[in-house]
């Protein structure tokens, strides 16, 4: 499954899409501490890094997506509102 993410700057009033991410994550350092960047994975193999300073938001398939996963783990349904993508 992918998805969208949507970032702009701080104080800016353009959003940004990113669409056909697969995962993303954050990069940690040896010590544990963040790096101060989000990395998003696309299903064209390209990786975009977009600075932690920035407003970034996810469309709701990265819910579901984070929500099947959780429910595999499990093996049990996590009760949520609202109709699942297909």
């Given at each position: 499954?992918?998805?969208?993410?949507?970032?702009k700057k701080p104080?800016?009033?353009?959003?940004?899409?990113?669409?056909?991410v697969e995962a993303?994550?954050?990069?940690?350092?040896?010590?544990?501490?963040?790096?101060?960047?989000?990395?998003?994975?696309l299903a064209d193999?390209?990786?975009?890094?977009?600075?932690?300073?920035?407003?970034?938001?996810?469309?709701?398939?990265?819910?579901?997506?984070?929500?099947?996963?959780?429910?595999?783990?499990?093996?049990?349904?996590?009760?949520?509102?609202?109709?699942?993508?297909?």
């Open positions: 499954m992918t998805y969208e993410v949507y970032y104080g800016g009033f353009i959003w940004h899409k990113v669409k056909n993303d994550t954050i990069i940690e350092t040896d010590n544990g501490q963040a790096l101060a960047v989000r990395v998003l994975f193999k390209t990786r975009l890094e977009i600075p932690m300073t920035c407003l970034i938001k996810f469309s709701k398939e990265r819910f579901y997506d984070i929500q099947n996963n959780m429910e595999s783990e499990t093996g049990q349904k996590i009760g949520v509102k609202g109709p699942k993508p297909s």
